[in-house]
């Protein structure tokens, strides 16, 4: 099989993960014109919001692009059928089950990636017309599943015969290497593009990755149903605490309600949701997005000759 770059059109295979209120227009087409496939995010942004970042999006590349919709979003409705009027040709999805808008995208020739936790949704979504699916380890940034990376890509490669995206604790060659060994087709990154010049969060949001080591990052939600890792801080360690004691949904919902918000616009490393993924203690500084995705494509050519000689 091909690998997804050849597949999509563009020059490596690497995707940029969702990334909610942080993925703007802009964003995605500087990922887009580095070599990857940047994807705006659909979490914290309007319908009407979206429609405006396509459009910014579009003016900014001439490369592919897409759109990740967070189906938990109050308009994911309304999104499904913007992303179809705007021609948008990529979409992937996450945070949920998309099956009820494929059959109008596949109708629209979308190319379609669901994000899955686990192969049972992996299989459903080959069921219902998935282009390609990305399997995401709990190693990643952001609502997480319960798998690792290691133990759920495998899987998925066996169970589907679409091409498999790996995703989860992937920020360097070797990691890529891994993704591949393990029948990935391509990577979806997500962490290591947070420290790039051109990602539009908080300084105080990147000097706080740059800072974390290994063990810095933690789940929050595993009780209440909505599992988050973000890095470690006094919200994240307040709200795990509270959740133990048994506070409820809404209780925990209004105490985190806008701290996405607070980490990306106001760098607040205290009080913010600080949303990374395990590589954050792997970040060491602040580059260009071409410089990351060259860097990490020139480590992986090194990775596998040195593997082979084995
Ligand atoms: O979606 C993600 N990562 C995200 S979404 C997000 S925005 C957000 N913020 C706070 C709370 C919740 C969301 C930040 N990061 N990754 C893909 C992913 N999808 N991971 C896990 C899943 C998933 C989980 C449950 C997919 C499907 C699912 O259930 C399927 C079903 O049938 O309901």
Not at 33 to 49: H, K, M, P, R, Y
Not at 95 to 109: D, T, V
Not at 165 to 194: D, H, N, P, V, W
Not at 293 to 303: F, G, H, S
Request: contains cysteine; neutral net charge.
């Amino acid at each position: 099989m091909i690998r997804i770059n050849e597949l999509l059109g563009i020059k490596y295979p690497l995707i940029q993960g969702g990334m909610a209120n942080i993925a703007t227009g802009e964003f995605a087409a500087a990922v887009s014109n580095a070599g990857g496939l940047g994807l705006i995010a659909t979490g914290g942004v309007s319908a009407e919001e979206l429609r405006r970042q396509i459009h910014i999006c579009k003016e900014k590349t001439k490369e592919k692009f897409g759109v990740n919709l967070m189906l938990m979003h109050p308009q994911a409705e309304e999104i499904a059928d913007i992303l179809i009027e705007e021609e948008v040709k990529i979409v992937t999805t996450g945070a949920g089950n998309p099956a009820k808008y494929m059959k109008k995208w596949k109708e629209a020739g979308i190319f379609i990636m669901p994000v899955v936790a686990n192969v049972a949704l992996a299989k459903l979504m080959e069921r219902e017309g998935a282009d390609a699916i990305i399997a995401e380890g709990t190693e990643s940034g952001g609502h997480v599943g319960e798998m690792t990376t290691m133990a759920l890509v495998p899987q998925v490669v066996k169970a589907v015969s679409l091409p498999v995206i790996a995703a989860g604790g992937i920020a360097s060659g070797a990691q890529l290497a891994a993704a591949f060994a393990l029948g990935a087709l391509g990577a979806q990154i997500g962490t290591c593009l947070l420290v790039s010049q051109e990602c539009p969060i908080h300084e105080g949001y990147k000097q706080a990755l740059l800072k974390a080591k290994d063990s810095d990052t933690i789940v929050t939600g595993r009780i209440t149903g909505t599992p988050v890792r973000v890095l470690k801080n006094q919200m994240a360690r307040e709200y795990v605490k509270r959740e133990k004691q048994g506070a409820d949904k809404m209780e925990l919902e209004e105490f985190t309600l806008g701290s996405l918000r607070k980490a990306v616009y106001e760098g607040d490393t205290k009080r913010g949701s600080l949303m990374a993924g395990q590589v954050a203690g792997q970040l060491e500084e602040i580059r260009p997005l071409s410089v990351i995705l060259d860097i990490l494509m020139k480590e992986y050519q090194k990775v596998i000759k040195a593997v082979s000689s084995f």
